[in-house]
């Protein structure tokens, strides 16, 4: 039995925007099944926020046992280099928001850990090797427009917060040299490393991070949301033959 290649979205555009793509469609309770590209998906929207993330890739790793999780949609962006459009690909993937709560703040530490009980070295989870090299193989070799957008290979941080601040975004882009942020992707991550099945976030950015983020957001969600398709039909061949 061929296992599927998971995908999951956090919101109805991107989840519309991946669906479109989709041939010989099933139904499965909480997932659609079907072929993108010749590879066999199963496609699952999960909500907004870690919890629901790590709810929908765990439904979906027990249930589906997929060769990869892939989470796609948007994302607020952090490195000032990038615009509205760009896509980030996550090398790594940081939860900012865990860690230990002092008087100064949160000190981010490994989700799952804290420094005086499991310690350990590790900051973000990580895509392998053999995945993340055989997805920088095929977008470097990707005729400009196949793409026709933007391409980044970065840190993508994850927390339960909508970020709106100017301040934040700098400190955040400062501590952690981070280029986007979104709301679910290191909970799947770090999913997807529970269960030992290789991982992968794209994230489109709709926003700045900053205090329009809301307004941009709003604006330009229907866009960036549909933007990543071709990205995704690029990669799913790639990601199906590597994992």
Wanted: with cysteine; hydrophobic share 40%.
């Amino acid at each position: 039995m061929v296992k599927p290649i998971g995908l999951l979205t956090a919101i109805a555009q991107e989840y519309e925007a991946v669906e479109a793509l989709m041939e010989n469609r099933t139904s499965e309770r909480d997932f659609l099944l079907g072929d993108v590209e010749g590879r066999r998906v199963c496609l699952a929207m999960t909500g907004i926020g870690k919890v629901n993330a790590a709810v929908s890739a765990t439904q979906m790793c027990e249930r589906t046992a997929p060769s990869a999780l892939v989470f796609t949609g948007v994302a607020g962006g952090l490195d000032p280099a990038l615009d509205i459009g760009d896509v980030v690909i996550g090398h790594t993937l940081i939860q900012h928001d865990a860690g230990v709560l002092g008087d100064d703040g949160i000190a981010t530490y490994q989700a799952g850990h804290i420094p005086f009980y499991n310690p350990t070295d590790q900051l973000g989870f990580h895509p392998s090797d053999r995945l993340l090299t055989a997805v920088r193989l095929a977008v470097a070799s990707a005729p400009e427009e196949t793409i026709g957008c933007r391409i980044m290979f970065g840190t993508i941080l994850t927390g339960d917060q909508f970020l709106e601040s100017d301040r934040e975004r700098q400190r955040l882009r400062e501590r952690f040299s981070a280029h986007a942020i979104e709301m679910e992707g290191g909970a799947v991550a770090q999913v997807a490393a529970r269960y030992g099945v290789d991982h992968l976030a794209i994230r489109t950015l709709s926003d700045r991070a900053g205090q329009t983020s809301s307004t941009d957001f709003s604006t330009f969600l229907d866009r960036v949301a549909r933007q990543t398709t071709d990205l995704i039909r690029l990669l799913l061949p790639v990601i199906g033959s590597e994992v």
